[in-house]
């Protein structure tokens, strides 16, 4: 399948499609500001992505209301996160960093960033980036540039809730502010926009992200997030 596509239950919405390009392994998220997917909504979405050959299906991160009706329909965390907000009224001061706005020539050098700052299981693809950008009602891709792109964040705003979507910096230019930077500019755009609270996810073993977070001013929230998941079987799931 490629791409992503939105598949409709009633008022739920879901996003599906292949995990990071992996034709056997299939990927569903609620798209926001729609109600959590129901478990008649994720049987639904199973069996159409039974149908198409996956044999397994990860979620996006949830959070512990979204969580419910994949785990009634045998979902298991695959993967933990920390979840963490920050109110955007007192914002640190702009940070003297190489940053411009990204553009569509730069998403390979993009992609190759991530690739360098990740593990694989949560390197973003070109549909994955995609995702990424479109996710929220308006979003803004921002690139450190130092002759060639060595960072990028992605930041999103829905109503008033900010979203950091996406930051990575190439491993050998870390260490130099620009993940800090990038953070800035990302929230000073979403409080610019009327958003006044603003939530990231990382995961659990990243610490040099969450010492980055705590360091600007961000709460870890009490109750985290998890990316589901559940093997696929076309005589159970398939009408």
Do not use: K
């Amino acid at each position: 399948m490629p791409g992503l596509r939105v598949v409709r239950w009633g008022a739920e919405r879901v996003r599906v499609g292949s995990w990071r390009g992996d034709q056997g392994l299939a990927y569903v998220a609620p798209v926001a500001e729609t109600p959590p997917a129901s478990e008649g909504m994720v049987r639904h979405c199973c069996a159409l992505l039974a149908g198409q050959g996956y044999r397994e299906v990860v979620t996006g991160a949830l959070g512990w209301r979204e969580q419910r009706g994949f785990l009634q329909t045998g979902f298991e965390v695959r993967e933990e996160l920390h979840l963490l907000s920050r109110g955007l009224r007192d914002l640190p001061r702009v940070a003297a960093a190489p940053l411009r706005r990204g553009h569509r020539r730069d998403r390979q050098r993009i992609l190759a960033v991530d690739t360098l700052a990740f593990p694989p299981f949560w390197r973003l693809d070109d549909a994955g980036m995609t995702e990424a950008l479109s996710a929220t009602r308006s979003a803004r891709l921002r690139v450190a540039d130092e002759q060639q792109v060595v960072g990028y964040a992605i930041s999103g705003r829905s109503g008033t809730r900010g979203y950091l979507q996406r930051l990575a910096v190439d491993p050998a230019a870390q260490g130099r502010g620009l993940g800090r930077a990038l953070v800035i500019d990302g929230l000073r755009w979403m409080r610019r926009h009327g958003a006044d609270q603003v939530v990231v996810n990382t995961q659990v073993g990243n610490q040099r992200a969450l010492e980055l977070y705590l360091g600007l001013g961000f709460r870890l929230e009490p109750s985290g997030l998890a990316v589901l998941a559940r093997r696929l079987e076309d005589r159970e799931l398939t009408p």
